[in-house]
Structures are given as structure tokens and as C-alpha cells.
């Protein structure tokens, strides 16, 4: 079955570390984005990607960074530089220039302790 | 700039209708997506509108109106599993990029 796989769903880390969370996808999609869901809010969209080798910043990137060497594989790592890191965060993938919308991953929940 | 505004929670009563409204002030509007969300779960997809107009599917419709720049969700014959929140998302398209930009969702729940 395709799908857009999203791991661990949960992940502790302590406060200062960089932590490195995995979105793979087997559907062929050009697009991936990440975003970030606080309690109680919508989706803060952190950075996308369109092809390989190429990402762009959303809105809330400060603190994060990404890496596309892969179609399938879009990891986002959060950095020490990012001052709330605490968040549930999801991935999603679409078809380049679709605008039928996106799947998404179950989430990654992180806690910073 | 962009802004999508919804309310942030509602309630209504298990068998009833509820209307949950989306206004929005974006670029390159490329379409509105509704998606529902339950707690600690990823969204779910709902509806999409790119034309003005009504979209019914099942006991959810959607209302798109491009020149007010607004959107309605509709839910008719609630059900207590329909408690949940609903995202309101624009699909905008600028520099070459395609990316939806979500609302703050609205928390509705549904009481017996």
C-alpha cells in the first residue's frame, strides 16, 4: 500500500540536542512539506519541497532544518536554535502542481524535556 | 498578506445541523479544502471547492464564494464521532509553488 510514513510518534528529547525526525513516502510524489500543530492551533507550514534538492522556507522556519537528497525521504531536524521545540508535527507529500491536496503522516509528537 | 479566519470552537447537539464558517485573505487562490482532525491524529480529508457554489457529499456540503472571500463547512445529522476539529485550508500557488495554508481549525463538539 503507498503512504506516507511519519517516525517515531513519539520522541523525547532533552532540552539543547538537535533531534532529527524521518517522513518517507512511496507514492511518487514530487511535493513534501512539513508543518507544526501547537494545542488548540492549525498547521504552521516549517518548509516544503518541490524536487530533489531544492526546499524552501515556510513561515516558521527559524530553528529547523531540512534536507531532500531523496524523492521519497524529506527529514526534518530540529535544532537547538529552535526555542520551543515542543509540538506535534506533521508530514505530507503531493503531486507537483496538484492542487487535489495532500496526504499526510500520522504525526511525530515531541517533547522536550 | 495571508489570513484565514474560523471560530475557534462550537457546539451543537447529536442529530442537528451545524454551519461552521471560513473567511480568508490570500494570494494566487488556487481552491479551499476542508479536513477534519481528532485529537493527536493526523487531518483528514473532507471537501474541496475551486468553483463558486455548493459541493454535497453525504451528510457534509461545502460553500465556496471566491468574491467574499468565504467558506462554510456544513454538517447535517451530527453524530457524537463527528466531534472533532475542522480545518479550513487555501490552496495557494505563488513563485512556482503550490502550498495550502491552514486556518486555526474549530473545535466542535457534539453533545447526546
Known amino acids: 500500500d503507498g503512504g506516507i510514513t511519519q517516525s517515531p510518534k513519539y520522541l523525547f528529547r532533552k532540552e539543547g540536542q538537535n533531534v532529527t525526525l524521518s517522513c518517507e513516502q512511496n507514492?511518487?510524489?514530487?511535493?513534501m512539506y512539513w508543518y507544526r500543530q501547537d494545542p488548540g492551533q492549525g498547521l504552521r507550514l516549517i518548509y516544503y519541497?518541490?524536487?530533489?534538492?531544492?526546499?524552501q522556507k515556510g513561515d516558521i522556519a527559524e530553528g529547523y532544518s531540512v534536507s531532500r537528497e531523496k524523492k521519497e525521504s524529506f527529514p526534518l531536524t530540529v535544532t537547538s536554535a529552535q526555542k520551543n521545540p515542543t509540538a506535534f508535527y506533521l508530514c505530507?507529500?503531493?503531486?507537483?502542481?496538484?492542487?487535489?491536496?495532500?496526504?499526510f503522516g500520522s504525526g511525530t509528537r515531541l517533547t522536550v524535556v | 498578506g495571508q489570513n484565514i479566519d474560523q471560530p475557534t470552537e462550537m457546539t451543537a447537539t447529536e442529530g442537528a445541523i451545524v454551519q461552521i464558517n471560513c473567511t480568508y485573505q490570500?494570494?494566487?487562490?488556487?481552491?479551499l479544502f476542508w479536513y477534519q482532525q481528532h485529537a493527536g491524529e493526523a487531518p483528514t480529508f473532507l471537501s474541496y471547492?475551486?468553483?463558486?457554489g455548493l459541493e454535497e457529499k453525504g451528510r457534509f456540503s461545502s460553500f465556496l464564494s471566491r468574491s467574499k472571500g468565504y467558506s462554510y463547512l456544513l454538517l447535517k445529522e451530527l453524530q457524537m464521532k463527528d466531534s472533532a476539529s475542522y480545518l479550513c485550508?487555501?490552496?495557494?500557488?505563488?513563485?512556482?509553488?503550490?502550498?495550502?495554508?491552514f486556518g486555526a481549525g474549530t473545535r466542535l463538539a457534539v453533545h447526546p
Open positions: 505530507a507529500s503531493s503531486i507537483q502542481g496538484s492542487v487535489v491536496g495532500y496526504t
Open positions: 507514492l511518487n510524489h514530487d511535493a
Open positions: 519541497s518541490q524536487i530533489v534538492n531544492d526546499f
Open positions: 490570500t494570494s494566487g487562490f488556487n481552491g
Open positions: 471547492n475551486v468553483l463558486d
Open positions: 485550508a487555501v490552496s495557494t500557488f505563488s513563485g512556482g509553488y503550490n502550498k495550502l495554508i
